[in-house]
Every structure is written in structure tokens, then in C-alpha cells.
């Protein structure tokens, strides 16, 4: 699942090929853009913002895309041979040498004025401007609401997705249902840090510190099976809240034994 890392490192691919380069073709594959063309415009900057991607490109305009569960961003020479399927391709650009192509991107849109239109996120976790008192203050200005919902709540913090959310929580022995006001914000903001910092160049993402496949996370995707600590089978569940939260990309994990 795309996370902040993720996009981070999707920002960092298009920026060495794309950067101060001039566009010779683009392509939007969406309804609304269907006519758009950027063709002449050079790529001033590509950067993430928490889970956000923006490829800045002049006049204030940015594109503007989200990879939300599935999307993913692939930069090589022009002529090389995609390797997923071209119907799910949102958007295509093209330098005089290299194709970035988003497929299947969540968002895809042209923004105007980015940074403001972006200005609602919390501090982003792997961003230049990094304010981990912010977060903090932030995330505790709320301390009934369950610690497993703040952690993924993009106006408080940018970046954690449901991942490092259950990672976080496991690794601070926190269950994810238990009150902001009743954890140690500090600690778990700075770990958060720490998580998105240290995979932000991995190639396979891990909190365990292990990158074969299956032991990777402590708890995430490993419903009922045994805790890597304690033995006791990985709960799976929701921690529902009427704003979107319960679909199937937010199942929760935790180990009922280690996180209290
Ligand atoms: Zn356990």
C-alpha cells in the first residue's frame, strides 16, 4: 500500500528525469483533462507531500496526483515496454528521453496555487519542513479520539498510512482504540518519523528490519497468525468511524496481547 515512503520515492524517480527538463508531450487519460497539454512547460520541481505528489510546472500549476491503494508512478527511457496495463494509465509525460507514466492513480487533476490548495495537511513526515511539536500538538488537541484513527488523519500528520499506522502502534505497545490522551504523543510521533524516515530509500519497505517476504511488518496483513512476540494470533479488525475510515484498506491489526 502506497504510503508517504512510497510517494517519496516516486517524487525522487520523476525528479531526476524530469526536473528543469521541458515537456515534449503529455497525455492525461481522465475526462476532465482529456485536452489538457503541457507540451513547451518546463518541470520546475516534483515533490511529495505526505501522500501527495505534485510536479510543478510553472505559473503556479501543478499536477497534482494521489496513488491512494493501487497507483504507481514509472519512470524509464522513451520506448520501453510498460509493464502494467495501458488502460489503467491516468497520465502520460514525456521529455526528449525519459516517460513518467501514473497508472492507476487515485487523484490526477491540474492544481492551481498547490501549496495553498495543500495547506490543510499536517506537518509531513519526510518534508523539508518537518515540525514533529506541530504533530504533536495537533494530534492531542483531540484526546478522546482512539490513537489508531489520529495516526491516520492527514490534517494532523502527513504521511502514515494504514501500514505504519498498525506497525506503530504494535511497536509502542499501544492498542490502536486507546484514547490520544491516554498515549505518550511524543514518543509515537517519533517513531512514526523514524518508520517513514528509514524506508524512504528501501527498496521493500519493513518495520521489522527484515525484508523476506511475510516477515517484513509485526502485525500488518498478518491476521490470525502468531505474533512474532507472544504467539498470540493477530487480531483483524475496524475501528469504524462514520468519515470513511471502515473500507477494507483500513483493516486494523493488532496484538491484543502486546498492544495495551
Ligand atoms: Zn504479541
Not at 513518467?100 to 499536517?122: K, N
Not at 500538538?137 to 494504514?162: F, W
Not at 504523543?185 to 528501501?202: E, K
Request: hydrophobic content about 40%; aromatic content about 8%; glycine content about 10%.
Amino acid at each position: 500500500m502506497p504510503e508517504g515512503d512510497t510517494v517519496y520515492q516516486a517524487a525522487a524517480r520523476i525528479r531526476r528525469a524530469f526536473e528543469q527538463k521541458t515537456l515534449e508531450y503529455t497525455q492525461f487519460r481522465v475526462p476532465r483533462y482529456a485536452t489538457t497539454d503541457l507540451a513547451g512547460r518546463t518541470v520546475e520541481s516534483v515533490r511529495s507531500i505526505g501522500k501527495h505528489l505534485l510536479i510543478d510546472v510553472g505559473d503556479d500549476l501543478a499536477i497534482h496526483s494521489h496513488l491512494k491503494m493501487e497507483g504507481a508512478w514509472h519512470v524509464h527511457r522513451i520506448g520501453t515496454r510498460w509493464r502494467k496495463p495501458a488502460y489503467t494509465a491516468r497520465i502520460v509525460l514525456r521529455t526528449d528521453a525519459a516517460e513518467a507514466v501514473g497508472f492507476d492513480l487515485g487523484t490526477t487533476e491540474m492544481l492551481a496555487a498547490p501549496d495553498a490548495a495543500l495547506a490543510y495537511l499536517g506537518p509531513d513526515l519526510l518534508g523539508p519542513g518537518w515540525d514533529a511539536d506541530r504533530a504533536v500538538a495537533l494530534i492531542s488537541a483531540d484526546p478522546a479520539r482512539p490513537i489508531g484513527l489520529a495516526l491516520l488523519d492527514q490534517h494532523l500528520m502527513a504521511g502514515v498510512g494504514n501500514v505504519f499506522r498498525c506497525e506503530a502502534c504494535f511497536l509502542r505497545g499501544v492498542d490502536p482504540r486507546r484514547s490520544v490522551g491516554d498515549v505518550d504523543i511524543p514518543a509515537m510521533v517519533d517513531l512514526c518519523h523514524r518508520l517513514l524516515q528509514a524506508n524512504r530509500t528501501n527498496r521493500v519497505r519493513t518495520t521489522t528490519g527484515v525484508t523476506v517476504s511475510g516477515r517484513r511488518y509485526h502485525v500488518y496483513g498478518r491476521g490470525g497468525r502468531p505474533c512474532f512476540r507472544c504467539g498470540t494470533p493477530v487480531s483483524r479488525n475496524f475501528l469504524g468511524e462514520p468519515d470513511g475510515f471502515s473500507d477494507t484498506d483500513r483493516v486494523l491489526y493488532h496484538c491484543t496481547t502486546c498492544q495495551t
